[in-house]
Each structure stands twice: as C-alpha cells, then as structure tokens.
C-alpha cells in the first residue's frame, strides 16, 4: 500500500509542478500515437471496409492475414521496422531510426491490422443489412465502401479508439525503433520502463497513472463527441 | 465521394507536417552506449557541458555493451561508447570503428542479500566468492544479455573453474535484461549479482541488497570510446564525432567525468592517455 501512495504523490507532484520534461514527453507520447492511429485509420478502414464488401479471390486469406497481425507482437514490429530504417537496411538512407518518425512508422504497422479487422467487422454487417439495396441501386463499389464507412462510423469509433490504445500502451516497437533518447524518443511508456529500471518504482508507477487519465480523458471525449454526433444524426 | 476526398487531402497534409517537423534537426550526433553510463546519471551531467561548449547535441541510445556495438556495425550511430575491451578490440580490427581511446573506468562490485545465505563474509577475492555461492547453491541473478558486465561476469565464473549454467540446481539465474531490470529481480529474490558500482550507487530499489565483495582487481571495469568507421558507412558525422571523443579525453572532458558524484562518491575515474591506445 505504502509503494502505491508513493507512487500517487509522485505523480501529483510530478502534474503540479508542471515538469516541463513531462509535459515534452506526454506531447510526443500522444502526438506519435494518435498521427500513427490518423495513418492506421486512413489505411486501416478502406481495407477492412473493402474485405467487407468486395469479392476477390484470396479475400478469405486476407481477412485471415488481418486478424492474425492483431495478435503482432510489437516487439516484433518494432524489430522489422528497425531491419527496414537501419542504415544497413533498405530505407537506410532516410536516416529515420531513432527519430520519431520512426516511431510512428512501427505503430501504424501494429495498430492498422486491428482498425481493419474491426472495420470489416462493423462494415460487413450493415453490408448484410443494406447490401441488396446498393446491389438494387446499382452504386459502384468504390461509392459503396465510403458510404457504408460513413453509415458505420459510429461502430468505427470503437475500431479507432482500440487502436489508440494499443498504441499508446505499447513499449516494445517504440524502444527498439526510437532509442529512448531523452528529449527526442522518450515517451510515457519508454520513460516508465526507464524508471523500473533504475529502480526508481514510485516515479514509474506515476508516470502510469498520468498515462492511464490521459487515456482516460481522451476515450472519454470520444464517447461524448460519438453520443453528441449520433444525437445530432438521428 | 467528395468528402473522402477532402479526408485524404487532409490526410496528406498532416502527414506531410509531421514529417517536416520531424526532419527538421539540429546539428546533433547518436551515440550508442550502455545503460550503465546512462542509467547512472553519467550522461545527464556531461553531455550538458559538452553540447556548451560546442554546440552539438549528443543523443544517446543507451543498450548492452553487445548491442550497442550491434547499431555501430549497421550504422546506425556516429560513436560508440562501451566497456568491454576485448569486444571492442574486436570491433576496431573487423573495420567496424576507429579511434578508439580508452576514457575512464570504474569497478564492479557483488551485491547480495545482507543475510548473506553463502556466509562469504565480505572479503576482497572474487573468485573465491564465486565458488561459495555455487557450493552453497545461492541464487545468483545473471545478465546473459551480451552487455560488458554480463561478459565480465562469465570471465570470472570461468576464472574460478565453474561452468554455472551447467551446474544445475535452478541457482543460477539468467534473466536476460538490463542491469537496473537484474538488480530488481535480485532484490525480489534475495539473490546475488554482478553490478557496475555507477547503476548500483543510482539504483533506488535496494531493498536488502548490498555490497558484499568490493576492490579485487579482477573487477577492474574500463571504458572505451570509438568513432563508427566513415570507410564503411559514409553517412557517419566524423567531424562531430570526432569532436566528442576529442572532448572526452581531453582535459576538461576528464574533469567533467571525476566531477560526477552520488552522496559524496565518485562513479566513474578519468583515465585517458594522450596517446591512441
């Protein structure tokens, strides 16, 4: 009980004091996450919607293929997107490891499998539904996965806010591409894995509760903007 | 139709804006060393003073001394500063570095639980130590992550004759981590371990950890700095690397180092030579 306290008034002190090397390292924490979750989304959602809708031959292996890379480690993610950007690899020259670029790139690998396998979720059930009418209507099949895209967004928040968790939770990809270089890849997570290993429990254990109401707020304003919107729609 | 449009506009946008602001860089060099110089708080207090007086900022990748040497052979660094002379030897012969100058060194030191369950009674002899721990079957907690302690520590098991890992009996632990990672796990389980004196000085989570065997020779710990060779990877920044070996060994480097203490101790004691080694 004393170590949880400890950890408390750690992080208390840590948000009061308005650390400005807090305050660098939970910007690039949610700013990494949520560009590779707005990249994970943009990639993400056409091909869940597309394995939904369209028929084509190797389609059963591709929703197959998406759903197993839900279950990608990040270490190993982060382990082939470092072979990729290292100067001996074959993006070497973009000189991206150890950036947050980098950091971004190792995300968007992890989270796109699984906004696409909850898209396709979401999308092949209104397609069940609604399919016969596009089907009737004789809409083009690009037209149709944007529109059932827009008809299921509100179930696609879900699919986006499972995404940013994964994204913000995990240590293993970033650490291997990032470094955990202070003051350019350290963020939450890294910072807390840092701390554990200094021995310093406390300090790691407030950095997580500050991580875990960050995360927190931002699900809970996806929540209220979803309520709002599907009030506002109906 | 239009409106997905727009989103991919906006897409392109965005990404194009944090791919600017990534790329935009200050003059810095990468530096690959390991979690002993970084964790101890080493860096943290020299770099600083570095980057004041020339302008360049030091990034530091903190890893074992095996991987770190790993990132300077693909490249991916500029300079690497490690403490395993024999591996780093190595790295120089293969072509992988040049320059390589000795910079400081500090010791390792056997920590255990204060109950001491191998009775070895403090003392200065490593090795011997080492059997009694193995007789008496004591947990030991080892690295065996390639890092320059755990290579240190497996030149002492085999200096006292004893092949742990094949010895049996569940004592002898490999966790595979870090030192910081080892000395919580050591804590855990009343074992003992091998630690770099600047990690277990900066460690916070002792618990009934302490030193029991301290200033034998054999645990003598050197550390070197090397420039990732410009032949074999073009991209490397020579001149700034250079620059920050240079400033390692020279005068003002060195006080830096002998400057740093935790409670009135020293971690780490400058002893470059002028001269290459």
């Known amino acids: ?234 | 139709m239009r409106r997905a449009v727009r989103g991919f506009v906006a897409g392109c946008l965005l990404l194009w804006a944090s791919a600017t602001s990534f790329a935009a860089q200050p003059v810095f060099i990468t530096v690959a060393s390991t979690t002993s110089t970084e964790q101890s708080g080493l860096f943290r207090h020299l770099l600083p003073a570095f980057s004041k007086t020339t302008g360049i900022e030091v990034r530091v990748v903190a890893v074992g001394t095996g991987q770190a040497l790993k990132i300077g052979e693909r490249g991916d660094c500029d300079v690497v500063f490690v403490h395993d002379t024999q591996a780093e030897l190595a790295f120089v012969e293969q072509g992988f570095g040049i320059d390589r100058h000795e910079v400081m060194y500090n010791d390792f030191v056997l920590v255990g639980p204060a109950s001491d369950p191998a009775h070895l009674d403090g003392g200065k002899d490593i090795v011997a130590a080492l059997r009694k721990i193995a007789s008496a079957k004591a947990p030991f907690v080892a690295r065996g992550d390639d890092s320059g302690t755990s290579k240190a520590e497996i030149r002492l098991w085999k200096e006292a004759g004893i092949d742990p890992k094949a010895a049996g009996g569940g004592w002898y632990r490999d966790t595979g981590s870090g030192m910081g990672p080892t000395l919580n796990t050591a804590a855990a389980m009343d074992g003992y371990t091998l630690s770099d004196r600047g990690t277990w000085l900066s460690f916070k989570n002792k618990q009934n950890l302490k030193i029991i065997v301290e200033g034998d020779r054999r645990l003598f710990n050197q550390y070197g700095v090397m420039l990732v060779n410009p032949a074999k990877h073009p991209h490397v920044k020579e001149d700034l690397g250079r620059q920050f070996i240079d400033w390692l060994i020279s005068p003002e480097g060195q006080r830096a180092i002998a400057d740093y203490r935790i409670n009135g101790e020293s971690l780490f004691f400058p002893d470059a030579k002028s001269s290459q080694s």
Not at chain 1, 124 to 147: A, I, K, N, P, Q
């Open chain 1, 1 to 234: 009980m004393h170590d949880l306290a400890a950890a408390l008034a750690a992080a208390w002190e840590l948000v009061v004091s308005g650390d400005p090397t807090l305050v660098g390292i939970i910007s690039l924490s949610l700013g990494v996450s949520l560009t590779a979750v707005v990249l994970a989304s943009a990639l993400g959602l056409p091909l869940g919607a597309a394995l939904a809708v369209l028929r084509f031959p190797g389609r059963n292996a591709g929703i197959v293929v998406v759903n197993a890379l839900m279950g990608l480690p990040p270490v190993v993610a982060g382990l082939f997107v470092y072979v990729l950007l290292s100067r001996s690899g074959p993006l070497g020259n973009l000189g991206l490891l150890f950036t947050p670029g980098a950091m971004v790139i190792a995300q968007t690998v992890l989270v796109t499998p699984i906004v696409a396998a909850i898209a396709r979720q979401v999308v092949e059930d209104l397609w069940r539904e609604y399919g016969e009418l596009y089907l009737v209507d004789g809409v083009g099949r690009v037209r149709t996965v944007c529109s059932l895209l827009w008809l299921g967004r509100f179930g696609l928040l879900t699919a986006v806010l499972a995404g940013l968790g994964r994204a913000v939770a995990e240590v293993g990809a970033i650490l291997i591409v990032g470094g955990n270089i202070a003051g350019i890849t350290r963020t939450m997570t890294t910072a807390i894995a840092l701390e554990t290993s200094r021995g310093d429990l406390a300090l790691a254990l407030g950095l997580g509760a500050i991580l875990l109401t960050l995360v927190l707020a931002v699900n809970a304003a996806a929540h209220f903007a979803g309520g709002t919107a599907r009030r506002a729609a109906t």
